[in-house]
């Protein structure tokens, strides 16, 4: 099952950045590319996903000088961009996986990749962890943490559900019932040419 290893390794990276719980804090994979190249690649993912969780906390500062704001924006665009290239790593890594198989007469297309669906549960980590944190975070209201209960046993039980469509979507790849399309995040706003902004300043 794929998910009971995206589901290990996502959790990894989000505890070990936790240890030192700092953005700025040098990154290091466990898994060797030669020999876990899926495992390296949702470890990256995991990481990307955990460093901009916390950009999007401190950007979020009513008090955050705006020059540092800025800084902090344009870190956020290129995680946003290195975010959306390991997606586009991850599901070329089952294109290759599957190939070989021919998909039958009736498969049909899901609406969407591999990759995307392991995303929503890269971010769905993210949230179990941190509203757990805030359902037992001791100088919170008895109030403040039933709230945040419920919200992670919903959290939990989407979980469960992402999982087994993932997995099932999977198997299905794998036996023919779907086939994979991949379509490449076409994003605008970073490219000199598609960005009017940016095209205009490269002509002064």
């Known amino acids: 099952m794929i998910t009971h290893t995206a ?12 240890i030192k719980d700092r953005v700025d804090q040098p990154f290091s994979n466990p898994y060797d590319t030669d020999v876990d190249f899926l495992e390296h690649l ?9 460093v901009q969780w916390h950009y999007e906390d401190i950007i979020r500062d009513p008090q955050i000088d705006p020059e540092a704001a800025l800084k902090l924006k344009r870190q956020i665009d290129a995680s946003n961009q290195e975010r959306t290239d390991m997606v586009e790593y991850i599901d070329s890594y089952f294109l290759n996986e599957y190939k070989d198989v021919e998909p039958k007469d009736s498969a049909t297309i899901n609406t969407e990749s591999p ?4 995303d929503r549960l890269a971010i769905l980590t993210l ?8 359902a037992t975070r001791e100088d919170a209201s008895q109030e403040h943490k ?3 209960q ?8 989407q ?16 036996n023919g019932d779907k086939y994979m399309k991949v379509y490449k995040q076409m994003k605008m706003y970073n490219d000199d040419e598609l960005n009017p902004v940016l095209r205009g300043q490269a002509k002064k």
């Open 159 to 174: 979980r469960t559900d992402l999982c087994t469509a993932i997995d099932q979507l999977i198997k299905d790849i794998r």
């Open 127 to 134: 949230k179990i962890y941190h509203m757990e944190e805030e």
């Open 7 to 18: 589901k290990r390794i996502f959790q990894s990276a989000v505890d070990d950045y936790h």
């Open 115 to 118: 990759a995307w669906a392991l």
């Open 42 to 50: 949702l470890y990256r993912k995991a990481w990307i996903d955990t």
């Open 146 to 148: 039933l709230a945040c």
């Open 150 to 157: 419920q919200k992670l046993d919903v959290l939990l039980e």
